[in-house]
């Protein structure tokens, strides 16, 4: 039986990793408290002990405005932690599969990146998370890279869904920025896709996937709002102002344009990823409690 370790049990995408691998293996999930991706030996260690076939690495620090100021501690997790995974992995003859993000890229393209083109993050968690893949890619040789975007779902702490529908419930009216444009990415979607590669191993290196389809947040928000109101989400809100990144300033600059390409990926899952505004349904029905 395949022996999985998942790091980051606590996270949206890692609570919803361990329903989907658990019928695929023993699965060790760790979090912070088990897990401090700070502590180098303390990550030998735990990989030594459970003597994993396979870790999914589905922890990260991802306070992308916060990481202007705590580099040092976005690096750790971001950057040293995974390559110590890789490093442990090669050791055992395991495989490693490390999640990472669309904000390695600089965001000036204005059509989907894909895996072949050349990263340039242009704030500190990107350039975190970049330094994460190239440790990944240099010290495991049976490792996949798997990166997406605007990552959304019901379990874990806060995300832009969550945000809007807290926020919706208290104003009447919401400004969102309409000049950054990417592709919301359901939890259940994303850990579904790397069920998949469990069951069905692929070839090592980097690979896309998101759900379909490219809107701006601003876009997102007025779909959140137009479908949580069917399902009878308590909302105030009545108006969505779009504005642009210059006024709405963050200590963390944004790509404009952060599409990833998932043609790699469906040729690869036989199918095109569900569109965003599927997950999204999925995800409020989730909240809602109509599952």
Not at 19 to 28: F, I, K, Q, S, Y
Request: charged share 20%; proline share 6%.
């Amino acid at each position: 039986m395949t022996r999985i370790l998942l790091t980051g049990i606590a996270g949206q995408l890692g609570s919803e990793l361990q329903h989907t691998l658990v019928p695929l293996g023993e699965v060790m999930g760790v979090d912070r408290h088990k897990l401090d991706l700070t502590q180098p030996d303390k990550i030998r260690q735990v990989i030594g002990e459970v003597q994993p076939n396979l870790i999914v690495n589905a922890a990260a620090y991802t306070a992308v405005d916060k990481a202007e100021t705590e580099t040092e501690r976005a690096n750790a997790i971001n950057g040293t932690a995974p390559t110590i995974m890789a490093e442990a992995a090669q050791e055992l003859g395991a495989a490693l599969i490390h999640v990472s993000t669309d904000y390695i890229f600089d965001g000036r393209k204005n059509t989907p990146y894909t895996e072949d083109d050349t990263p340039d993050p242009i704030n500190a968690y990107g350039q975190s998370k970049r330094l994460g893949e190239q440790g990944v890619l240099k010290n495991c040789d049976r490792a996949i890279i798997l990166r997406t975007a605007w990552v959304y779902g019901a379990q874990g702490k806060g995300n832009f869904v969550k945000t809007m529908l807290r926020l919706g419930a208290e104003r009447e009216e919401l400004r969102v920025v309409v000049d950054q444009v990417g592709t919301p990415t359901w939890t259940g979607d994303l850990a579904s896709a790397i069920a998949q590669f469990v069951q069905h191993p692929i070839d090592s290196g980097i690979y896309h996937f998101t759900n379909s389809g490219a809107i701006s947040w601003y876009d997102f928000a007025v779909a959140i709002f137009e479908e949580a109101q069917q399902m009878g989400f308590p909302l105030q809100v009545k108006q969505v102002v779009p504005i642009t990144t210059a006024e709405y300033p963050t200590p963390a600059p944004r790509p404009a344009y952060s599409v990833l390409s998932t043609q790699k990926i469906s040729a690869i899952l036989g199918h095109h990823p569900p569109h965003w505004r599927t997950g999204l349904r999925q995800m409020l029905k989730q909240l809602s409690g109509n599952k």
